[in-house]
Structure formats: structure tokens, C-alpha cells
């Protein structure tokens, strides 16, 4: 199944590469000439999408919010939302807007903290998202290797993990088969 992704920045989709957020501008698609997150939203559903992830850039950044956006958006079409998660009481905020909650390595505050999310809530409303960055583990908060993440998705058996390389967001390079075999 393929999943298509929206980035949200000041209440647009917007588009980058890397993972430089700063550098990111209005999307440009083939499904609609508008970067407003509702018609794209509405154009994928159209073209027979499932659902949605959508990373609320301006949460993870810690510098606002597009949840009254992502709420719209998830009565058009499920959302698999990454709001910048950082421990267990961040999920009561956003839980109501979406489909799904991305639990994302790179938020994240501590180990301890995730065992806190998956004790408290359903698995299948949580993914977890071993984000990477130039080969390894990302995280602002946690020290993680790729052994640290296997020993977290063993414990706490996850209903989905996501592998997303921030570093090749963008670039057309696919998806590094290496790290995948290792996962």
C-alpha cells in the first residue's frame, strides 16, 4: 500500500528535500494546482487513497500548530498524523484529530516514554517511525542505535513501524534497502 505524505507548514502543504525545513516552499502536485491542504486532501481521496501522513512541520518545530487543518482533513481521508510527539501527555492533545498518532524516534523525550504511549493506548491508533538521518537513528532527545529501536519494537510490538530517512525526503533516491534488511 502506498501512503502519500503531506508536510504542513503555516497552514500550507509544503514541499523539501533533506529534511532542511527551513528551505521547504508550497507544494506543487499533479493531483491539484493548490498547495491548500483540503484540496490536496480531497484530490488524493478522489484518486483512491486510504489515508494520509501528514507531519504538522509547525508542531514538530515547536513553533504552532495546523491541527484545526488535520482535523478538517481527517474527515476527508484517515490521517496517520506526526505532530511532534515528546511523551504521553502530547497524545491527549492530538488523539482527537486524527486516525492514527505517529510516535516519531525523533520527538521523542526518553525510552521510558514510549512505554508510557503503548501501555496507555490503543496499538492501532499509534505508529511508531524510526526516523533516520544519514544512515542512522534520529533523535533530539535520546542517544538510539538501530539495536536500541529493534529492542523497542520487540518490547512493545508495535501494529505498524514506519523507517522514514529525513535525509532522503525529497531527493528521489528511494529508500535505502540496506537499512530495510536490517529492520
Do not use: C, W
Not at 98 to 108: D, G, S
Not at 122 to 141: A, T
Amino acid at each position: 500500500m502506498i501512503t502519500p505524505v503531506l508536510d504542513l507548514k503555516n497552514g500550507l502543504a509544503v514541499s523539501g528535500k533533506s529534511g532542511k525545513r527551513e528551505t521547504y516552499k508550497p507544494l506543487k502536485t499533479v493531483f491539484t494546482d493548490s498547495s491548500d491542504p483540503l484540496k490536496i486532501a480531497e484530490a488524493l481521496k478522489e484518486a483512491g487513497y486510504a489515508e494520509l501522513y501528514i507531519a504538522d512541520l509547525d508542531s514538530i518545530e515547536g513553533t504552532g500548530s495546523n491541527l484545526e487543518i488535520v482535523e478538517k482533513i481527517n474527515k476527508i481521508i484517515p490521517v496517520m498524523l506526526d505532530a511532534g510527539i515528546t511523551n504521553h501527555q502530547d497524545i491527549e492533545a492530538v488523539i482527537a484529530n486524527a486516525e492514527k498518532i505517529i510516535v516519531a524516534t525523533e520527538t521523542l523525550e526518553s525510552i521510558e516514554e514510549i512505554g508510557q504511549i503503548f501501555s496507555l493506548k490503543p496499538k492501532n491508533s499509534l505508529v511508531l517511525s524510526v526516523d533516520l538521518m544519514d544512515g542512522r537513528v534520529l533523535s533530539k532527545n535520546m542517544n538510539l542505535n538501530f539495536e536500541d529501536v529493534m529492542g523497542i519494537i520487540e518490547k512493545h510490538n508495535p501494529a505498524e513501524v514506519i523507517i522514514l530517512d529525513v535525509s532522503r525526503v525529497g531527493t528521489n533516491s528511494g529508500f535505502d534497502e540496506a537499512v530495510v534488511n536490517r529492520f
